[in-house]
């Protein structure tokens, strides 16, 4: 497996002075079920626009605020909004580990099962084979034994479709899992936690105050599995862990996909909560970043798609910056400008209602045309929404897509700022010249490159050009994975 290298990041800072006061924000045109066509004096957009805002010094303020409530989820549990969950993963890969292992990763969006046969320092991944499913939507909300049968009998299926020569048990051993289970879990140890909240879209019964790794177990058993989980890891550790197999400089690991989350190499002497004075040496730290709710620049649009979601009032953070928000933000925008002005015509397009009619990837793609006449944004949006939009109207589609995606590219960066400054003032390794990588997994990442320079040009803004220099924001691609499976390796019973 070969990773991508991403050249430390050096682009220039784009700083403007912008004071940050209340008065820049403008009142929306009230909302009417009948079309006013008088152009408001502070249009939808313009204010739109204004609102999502996110000058330099407005960003400081997020990363310090996010820095805060690392500080206090540090310090004590529900400090801040950072739970900052203690992972109980001590040792990360050395490279030594040999043997066949196995990881299942559940995201937002994606169900993946890999295996992958490992060879020690000299051979590496000698073999590895992987499959991935989208999961059904009404297990997103289904009953708990719905979604665990679901994970078991596709392993079951995996396992089953094994090619003997390339993968090797040896015998006594049973199978051993990482499980990669993205959502906030309060874990208990390196096999065990309860889910402290659903997000994404998912709300799955009957796991109130349950062992994932039961539940997990449970299924197996009943789909005639006899494979053992030996590490319980979260999206973000996963990643760390299997970037930091083939770079001993990789320090954090970011997700930016359907939802959003930050884990890091962290000093056990800075961890308050963690009661023993006497630890030395580090532990990872999953901050569950998109838990982040203060100070952001929250839209009236941003409101009513947190009061509508399944989770209202929290990860604010993650309903703005991840992959399963942006394409929404956008849509809500839209149909208010549909209804305050000609947009799209005389009459509101029905489609235009739906809501997540309009994707992430949709906004990505209407960013890629370069055409002058926008061709393909005029056929999205015919596809989408039944709506023929003139060359103005494309135009203005993707202002507004850019806006959403500007402010999410860049608020992602200042967290990942927070982070960075947090271990420079510990270790002042990018000070002393060390490269320090952030390992990034996530297709919102991967895929959206204007996503990708905003939160680049974030990140050099805040941090300077100085210590950016020695950064390097390295793309992974599921190699969460990996990193769940050399992790089952690390905590394996034999
Ligand atoms: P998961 O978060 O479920 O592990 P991924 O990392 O594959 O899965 O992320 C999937 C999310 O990434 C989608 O929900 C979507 O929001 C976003 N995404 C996928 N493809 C693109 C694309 N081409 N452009 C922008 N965003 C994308
Ligand atoms: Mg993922």
């Known amino acids: 497996m070969s990773l991508m290298f991403a050249s430390p990041v050096r682009i220039t800072p784009t700083v403007r002075s912008f004071t940050l006061t209340s008065s820049r924000r403008c009142n929306y045109t009230v909302m009417s079920a009948v079309r006013s066509d008088s152009a408001s004096t502070c249009s939808v957009f313009t204010k739109f626009q204004n609102d999502c805002e996110t000058p330099t010094p407005f960003l400081r303020n997020v990363a310090d605020a996010i820095s805060d409530d690392m500080r206090a989820g540090l310090a004590v549990e529900g400090g801040g909004d950072l739970p900052m969950i203690?992972?109980?993963?001590?040792?990360?890969?050395?490279?030594?580990?040999?043997?066949?292992?196995?990881?299942?990763?559940?995201?937002?969006?994606?169900?993946?099962?890999?295996?992958?046969?490992?060879?020690?320092?000299?051979?590496?991944?000698?073999?590895?084979?992987s499959e991935q499913l989208s999961i059904p939507k009404e297990l997103m909300i289904g009953t708990s034994e719905e979604l665990f049968g679901f994970i078991a009998s596709n392993l079951a299926n995996f396992v089953a479709k094994e090619k003997p020569g390339r993968f090797q048990l040896e015998t006594g051993k049973k199978r051993e899992i990482g499980f990669t289970f993205s959502f906030p879990v309060n874990q208990t140890s390196i096999v065990s936690g309860t889910v402290i909240k659903w997000t994404k879209g998912?709300?799955?019964?009957?796991?109130?105050?349950?062992?994932?790794?039961?539940?997990?177990?449970?299924?197996?058993?009943?789909?005639?599995?006899?494979?053992r989980v030996s590490a319980l890891v979260n999206d973000g550790v996963g990643t760390l862990a299997g970037a930091r197999y083939w770079d001993e400089d990789v320090m954090v690991g970011v997700i930016l996909g359907t939802g959003?989350?930050?884990?890091?190499?962290?000093?056990?002497?800075?961890?308050?909560?963690?009661?023993?004075?006497?630890?030395?040496?580090?532990?990872?730290i999953n901050t569950e970043w998109g838990g982040f709710s203060k100070i952001l620049p929250q839209t009236i649009f941003d409101q009513e798609l947190d009061e509508e979601s399944i989770n209202p009032g929290e990860h604010l953070y993650e309903k703005m910056i991840s992959g399963m928000y942006l394409g929404e933000v956008v849509r809500r925008v839209l149909l208010q400008m549909c209804k305050t002005t000609d947009?799209?015509?005389?009459?509101?397009?029905?489609?235009?209602?739906?809501?997540?009619?309009?994707?992430?990837?949709?906004?990505?793609?209407?960013?890629?045309?370069?055409?002058?006449?926008?061709?393909?944004?005029?056929?999205?949006?015919?596809?989408?929404?039944?709506?023929?939009?003139?060359?103005?109207?494309?135009?203005?589609?993707?202002?507004?897509?850019?806006?959403?995606?500007?402010?999410?590219?860049?608020?992602?960066?200042?967290?990942?700022?927070a982070i960075l400054e947090k271990i420079e003032r510990e270790t002042k390794r990018m000070a002393s010249g060390q490269r320090t990588v952030v390992a990034m997994d996530g297709a919102l990442y991967e895929k959206y490159p204007q996503?990708?320079?905003?939160?680049?040009?974030?990140?050099?803004?805040?941090?300077?050009?100085?210590?950016?220099?020695?950064?390097a924001i390295k793309h992974t691609k599921d190699v969460s994975g990996l990193g769940a499976a050399l992790l089952a390796a690390t905590n394996s019973i034999y």
């Open 202 to 227: 998912f709300k799955v019964s009957g796991m109130e105050g349950k062992n994932v790794v039961a539940c997990l177990n449970e299924a197996m058993e009943a789909h005639g599995l006899d494979m």
């Open 260 to 284: 959003t989350n930050a884990c890091y190499v962290e000093q056990k002497q800075k961890i308050p909560k963690l009661h023993s004075k006497s630890s030395s040496g580090t532990t990872i």
């Open 451 to 471: 996503y990708r320079r905003y939160m680049q040009d974030a990140l050099v803004e805040l941090l300077g050009h100085s210590l950016a220099s020695h950064v």
């Open 86 to 129: 203690l992972t109980y993963v001590d040792a990360l890969p050395s490279g030594k580990e040999e043997g066949l292992f196995y990881a299942l990763d559940l995201g937002g969006t994606n169900f993946r099962v890999r295996s992958v046969q490992l060879g020690g320092k000299q051979e590496r991944v000698v073999a590895a084979e």
């Open 343 to 417: 947009l799209f015509g005389q009459s509101i397009p029905v489609k235009l209602s739906t809501p997540f009619a309009l994707r992430t990837e949709d906004l990505c793609k209407m960013q890629e045309d370069n055409t002058d006449d926008l061709l393909s944004v005029g056929t999205i949006l015919y596809n989408i929404f039944e709506v023929e939009a003139n060359l103005k109207e494309r135009k203005r589609v993707v202002e507004v897509c850019d806006t959403v995606v500007k402010r999410g590219g860049r608020l992602a960066g200042a967290g990942i700022v």
